[in-house]
């Protein structure tokens, strides 16, 4: 198989549709892979320590997003990332959403019945 294909495959993603105030139909979203393993294993027992880390991955588990410059470009990750966290209810929202659409138990389960 295609390396290029596994990735896409095999590292799940969550689209993440985000709260649309005014009456335009355009649907802001963003989407979010999994974390690495190494990226998993930053995490602790601490609580205050797992918002550390969300921190330091978030950017870079952001993998799309429909966020836009003033001139029409795309918006870095990063810059996504910093109007977000800006509010700490629809991040813990997003936070909340992400981690629960992840399998992390239910790839490898063989059919039961």
Not at 30 to 55: A, N, T, W, Y
Request: net charge negative; hydrophobic share 35%.
């Amino acid at each position: 198989m295609n390396v290029s294909k596994a990735r896409e495959r095999y590292i799940f993603t969550a689209k993440i549709e985000l709260p649309n105030d005014d009456t335009s139909e355009e649907v802001d979203y963003i989407v979010l892979r999994e974390p690495s393993v190494e990226e998993m294993q930053l995490f602790g027992d601490d609580e205050k320590k797992h918002m550390e880390v969300l921190k330091k991955i978030f950017p870079k588990c952001l993998v799309d997003h429909s966020f836009v410059n003033e001139d029409g470009t795309k918006t870095r990750q990063e810059d996504v990332y910093a109007v977000l966290k800006e509010s700490s209810s629809l991040y813990t929202e997003i936070i909340d959403a992400w981690l629960k659409s992840i399998p992390f138990r239910a790839r490898l389960k063989k059919d039961e019945s």
